[in-house]
């Protein structure tokens, strides 16, 4: 699987992929944007691909995939969201 093809470029749909493969393609890659109509931001396969040093907090996230509706992924988490509450917003 070549993954410089502009189509990835826009982000994949978790949805075509069984999730022990979106989580190798994540691993492989250490970060991806999944665009999905539930989802659409990117994911980490750790901590030191989110902004601030690695400092910035994971947060568990699901997302669908061909055989789990509730694949867990990495997502990077700010402490505090704009509105100055606990951070993570989200879908």
Excluded at 21 to 39: S, V
Aim: with cysteine; aromatic share 10%; proline share 5%.
């Amino acid at each position: 699987m070549t993954l410089a093809s502009p189509a990835f470029a826009a982000g994949i749909d978790s949805r075509a992929y069984t999730c022990a493969d979106l989580q190798r393609m994540i691993t492989a890659q250490g970060f991806i944007f999944i665009n999905n109509p539930n989802f659409g931001d990117f994911v980490v396969a750790n901590s030191s691909f989110c902004g601030g040093g690695g400092a910035m907090p994971l947060q568990r996230r699901s997302v669908s995939t061909i055989d789990n509706p509730e694949c867990l992924v990495n997502y990077c988490s700010p402490a505090f969201d704009s509105g100055g509450g606990m951070g993570g917003g989200g879908m």
